[in-house]
Nanobody, 124 residues
């Protein structure tokens, strides 16, 4: 499977962005699609994930109530709706896939397919 993330940009504090991750190749119902982010000089961290079948999602605590992950299986696309953005959300955002997931994992090593990142910058 190949992943292509897009939709990043520059936004003011309190603004919104929607990231998209186009999935080419076959994503199985057991696949988990995730968003991670990496700020300068920091480790890559988990943001949110969704099982491709759509029945389960997970969001890290710092984005709960502000970010929402979703997917459109007909368009083979995963989205990350980001509202009420804060300067600390500034990072390169990556989409990733775990094709044979037994459960949703929040660790980088669990994901075998990665897209190129898209930059999100939130100005104060």
């Amino acid at each position: 499977v190949q992943l292509q993330a897009y939709g990043g940009g520059l936004v003011q504090t309190g603004g919104s962005l929607r990231l998209s991750c186009a999935v080419s190749g076959r994503a199985f119902s057991r696949s988990v699609m995730a968003w991670f982010r990496q700020a300068p000089e920091k480790e890559r961290e988990f943001v949110a994930a969704i099982r491709w079948s759509g029945e389960m999602t997970r969001h890290t605590d710092s984005v709960k109530g502000r970010f929402t992950i979703s997917r459109d299986s007909a368009k083979n696309t995963v989205y990350l709706q980001m509202n009420n953005l804060k300067p600390e959300d500034t990072a390169v955002y990556y989409c990733a896939a775990d094709l044979a997931a037994s459960r949703i994992m929040a660790t980088v090593g669990a994901y075998t397919s990665w897209g190129h990142g898209t930059q999100v910058t939130v100005s104060s």
